[in-house]
């Protein structure tokens, strides 16, 4: 059955002076006999919806309700109002809204001098219009629907002969409602979001016209469920001129299963009319049901959902324990074909292969050898471009154990640390402060030399240890360094032209070529590990062997930060 709901505006302060009204100059008056605007407005029926869009909070007005009225000398320009943007409340609920001039002394009067006035209104009032008759809409929050649906009016040419002028309230946003069956679904508590919606506009009150404005997010629509019938009903309202091809809605169930649709048929949303979309959600996916047009199909339409399977974004493993040694596992990643992802490991001991890919795949993990200490990383995996979907992460846990370390031969005495006393004696001056016996790490034995401090303004050498008797050269001088540093070691072998190993940028196994010059625009990170340090003396020129001449010496950056422990400086021969 069709019906209009018609809500009464009685009699405004009859009797007001009109110079208490408005001080307008331009609306004729010419005495005491203007007359106070008597409103009744209408939200008018939308019989080409179902369901019906009638204002968001029901059929009645609320209590506290405010709408904005607008008049003009009949004849004249908009720029030219007389009455811009008076507010009107509702003092009561219910069928007859009673609306009174929120200020008594700003209503709106009818010219005692018989001349028009056209009008327009607009809900929900905003204090911010003013006379450029635009009123900013904003969709972003939708959990009271009633307060951003936008409603608008219009009557012409009334004077005080028909003080009772009908505003007829037409809806200038368009509705959306997704309504859901279930099939061994429990839709209690389901949420839906919106994403890539257009979030603002405005009402142009000239025209009645609402316009998009550039702002894109989401929103969230107003659910409601029915347990017993297991049926839910999402319902949000659009700028008119959304594309439906632009937006991604997203639904998230209580138990977890979670869908995710994007509509690949062009629908441009119009104001006034409600598009309902219609799903079915299984456990294997959501079936449409219907046409999903809306009546009449002129102007607009809704869609066909299609078929939509749960998203899948799960790995085989949340937890991979691997022993002490070099060791490969894999874990299987599962998602949709064409799900873009990456994957990364916090820590450096960890490779992934592959790092990125698409759909469905194996991940090799691989982890380097720990003596060290029990350590942990994070692998994460991370789907691209999805408003649904969550980063999901694997933790790596490795055992240690004691690594058969094998040396060669030190390269002059107490070189492996173990004796200081023999180490000291060797040098050709004495250490900074800094340069310390450790034994609190050692890559073999008990006691390592330990670097630890901010260097001084200038590029030292730390020591340089002298050519032991019966010193015969090698072809390799290997040591082993382990923690961090802000800029490189340096390290001199005496010759006739002198060599240098630079050292920057250490992270693993590192083998060196000889230099023309020191140099210090690297740093070490060793990632808690001990990394082996070669330096290849191929093609080098022979190194000092007389005893007593300087040998080799390992020298550090200016002004920066080392925390390095190095141990077993020792000979190689091939």
């Not at 307008?24 to 029926?45: L, Q, R, W």
């Not at 025209?207 to 702002?215: A, E, F, H, L, W």
């Not at 199909?297 to 998203?311: R, S, V």
Request: contains cysteine; hydrophobic residues 40%.
């Amino acid at each position: 059955m069709k019906y209009r709901m018609i809500f009464y505006l009685p009699v405004l302060g009859m009797l007001l002076l009109f110079t208490r009204a408005c001080n307008k100059t331009d609306i004729p008056h010419g005495n005491d006999e203007s007359v106070a605007v008597a409103f009744y407005s209408a939200i008018s029926e939308v019989t080409h919806n179902d369901p019906s869009l009638t204002r968001a909070s029901g059929t009645d007005w609320d209590a506290g309700d405010h709408i904005g009225i607008y008049a003009v000398p009949t004849g004249k320009t908009w720029e030219e109002a007389s009455f811009i943007n008076v507010d009107y409340v509702n003092s009561t609920g219910g069928a007859e809204g009673i609306f009174q001039a929120a200020d008594a002394e700003k209503a709106v009067m009818l010219p005692g001098n018989g001349s028009k006035l056209d009008f327009v209104a607009y809900y929900p009032y905003s204090a911010a219009a003013g006379k450029d008759f635009n009123v900013t809409v904003d969709i972003t929050d939708q959990t009271v629907p009633s307060r951003i649906d936008v409603l608008y009016a219009k009557a012409e040419g009334k004077d005080k002969t028909t003080p009772k002028i009908p505003l007829i309230f037409d809806h200038k946003l368009a509705q959306l409602v997704l309504s859901f069956s279930a099939a061994d679904v429990v839709l209690e508590g389901m949420k839906v979001t919106l994403n890539n919606v257009t979030t603002n506009g405005w009402l142009n009150l000239t025209d009645g016209v609402v316009r998009p404005g550039s702002d894109i997010g989401e929103i969230m629509p107003v659910v409601k469920t029915d347990a017993t019938a297991d049926t839910a009903t999402a319902t949000a309202f659009l700028l008119p001129g959304q594309q439906m091809t632009d937006i991604t809605i997203a639904i998230a169930l209580a138990d977890g299963k979670k869908y995710e649709w994007k509509p690949v048929e062009d629908n441009v949303l119009v104001g006034g009319y409600s598009h309902t979309y219609t799903f079915t959600l299984t456990p294997g996916g959501i079936a449409s049901e219907g046409s999903g047009t809306i009546r009449p199909i002129e102007p607009g339409k809704g869609g066909d959902a299609g078929e939509l399977e749960p998203l899948s974004f799960t790995v085989d493993k949340t937890t991979v324990n691997l022993p002490a040694s070099n060791a490969t596992t894999t874990i299987t990643l599962t998602a949709d074909a064409g799900q873009a992802w990456t994957a990364v490991s916090d820590q450096p001991w960890l490779s992934l292969s592959p790092e990125s890919g698409s759909g469905t795949a194996v991940i090799t993990l691989t982890a380097t050898e720990n003596t060290d200490v029990r350590r942990t990383t994070a692998v994460t995996f991370t789907p691209a471009a999805s408003s649904v979907l969550s980063p999901v992460g694997v933790t790596v846990i490795q055992e240690y154990g004691e690594a058969e370390h094998v040396v060669g031969p030190t390269l002059f005495p107490g070189s492996d640390f173990e004796d200081w006393g023999a180490f000291t004696a060797g040098l050709a001056t004495g250490l900074p402060s800094y340069a310390t016996q450790s034994t609190a790490e050692a890559y073999t034995g008990t006691s390592s030399l330990h670097l630890n401090g901010r260097t001084p303004d200038i590029n030292e050498c730390v020591f340089t240890a002298k050519v032991p008797e019966n010193f015969t050269m090698p072809s390799k001088i290997v040591f082993y360094i382990k923690g961090t540093s802000e800029k490189s070691l340096s390290i001199i072998l005496y010759t006739t032209t002198t060599a240098y190993y630079n050292l920057k940028d250490c992270d693993s196994d590192t083998i060196l070529s000889s230099g023309a010059s020191n140099k210090y625009d690297g740093l070490i990170n060793t990632g808690g590990n001990w990394v082996k340090v070669t330096l290849d003396m191929t093609g080098s020129p022979d190194i000092a062997t007389t005893a007593g001449d300087n040998l080799i010496a390992f020298k550090v950056g200016s002004g920066a930060a080392y925390n390095l422990w190095i141990d077993d400086i020792t000979v190689e021969n091939e």
